[in-house]
Nanobody, 125 residues
Framework: QVQVVESGGGLVQAGGSMRLSCAVS????????MGWFRQAPGKEREFVAA????????DYADSVKGRFTISIDNAKRTLYLQMNGLNPEDTAKYYC??????????????????WGQGTQVTVSS
């Protein structure tokens, strides 16, 4: 069994920063990479950022490029998302997930097979 648990969400003012963490525990498994997705009420889950297991390749959605930074610590089996310059449009529930696929498929939500329960990020104006 694999558990994926996000933490670090909360309320922040526009222009502020927040760091999300995602801890993976349980049996070892092979994965190509891990990613962050988000979902706002009434909207579909959308890709935010992803990284290969060795941290060598990163991909970001255009809406967060230059503001968010994804990183991974394999020794701790932990994924991070540093979010700077937050704005109200970033308000959503943020999900962490693992995929066995290569970076070519990072933006495809259906390619991820282990998901956390999500952590809420709310940005006030």
């Amino acid at each position: 069994q694999v558990q994926v648990v996000e933490s670090g969400g909360g309320l922040v003012q526009a222009g502020g920063s927040m760091r999300l963490s995602c801890a993976v525990s349980g049996r070892s498994f092979s994965y190509g990479g891990m990613g962050w997705f988000r979902q706002a009420p009434g909207k579909e889950r959308e890709f935010v950022a992803a990284i290969t297991y060795n941290g060598g390749t990163k991909d970001y959605a255009d809406s967060v490029k230059g503001r968010f930074t994804i990183s991974i610590d394999n020794a701790k089996r932990t994924l991070y998302l540093q979010m700077n310059g937050l704005n109200p449009e970033d308000t959503a529930k943020y999900y962490c997930a693992a995929t066995p696929y290569s970076s070519s498929w990072f933006r495809e939500v259906q390619r991820y097979n282990y998901w956390g329960q999500g952590t809420q990020v709310t940005v006030s104006s």
